[in-house]
């Protein structure tokens, strides 16, 4: 009873580092340099998520240890960027200024679905409490 609330955890702060990445993306959507100051585009930042399942070692092979969900943050292997023309821009290269091709719809509708996943983990967080309740009135 107790995995699904580690699994829910999990979950949750699996949900809540995707909304940071999303906003992030958001935040750098007109970011023209890195952080060492040299012109280069914000690289779209993405989220993987992968199932992280343990044993505890006996035989019948009861999952106990590290159950949940693994988050891995990376670069966007498909990040392009956008040329915009501006010669009086400071990282302009041949009257272009490259941006990231970040597609803000598209980020709106992942905040808006790890929203309802972190809600939905919510919901199964309150479902295990109340299941948890009615064990322990059960047994007493």
């Known amino acids: 009873m107790f995995h699904s609330l580690d699994v829910s955890n999990t979950g949750l702060v699996a949900q809540r580092q995707r ?3 999303i906003a992030g993306n958001i935040a750098n959507i007109n970011t023209t340099r890195d952080s060492k100051g040299q012109p280069s585009p914000f690289q779209r930042q993405i989220v993987l998520f992968q199932a992280e399942s343990g044993t505890d070692g ?3 092979g009861k999952q106990v240890a590290g159950v949940g969900v693994h988050v ?3 670069t966007d292997p498909e990040a392009k960027t956008r040329k915009v023309p501006d010669a009086e821009h400071p990282d302009a290269v041949d009257g272009f200024v ?3 091709d970040i ?3 598209e980020e709106f ?3 808006l679905e790890a929203s309802r996943a972190y809600e939905a983990n ?3 967080i309150e479902a295990s409490k109340a299941m948890m309740t009615q064990a322990l009135r059960i047994l007493t």
């Open 19 to 21: 909304m940071n990445t």
């Open 98 to 100: 490259s941006y990231p």
């Open 109 to 111: 509708v992942n905040a």
């Open 122 to 124: 919510v919901a199964a």
């Open 58 to 60: 006996s035989q019948d």
């Open 103 to 105: 597609n803000l719809n």
């Open 72 to 74: 891995k943050v990376q």
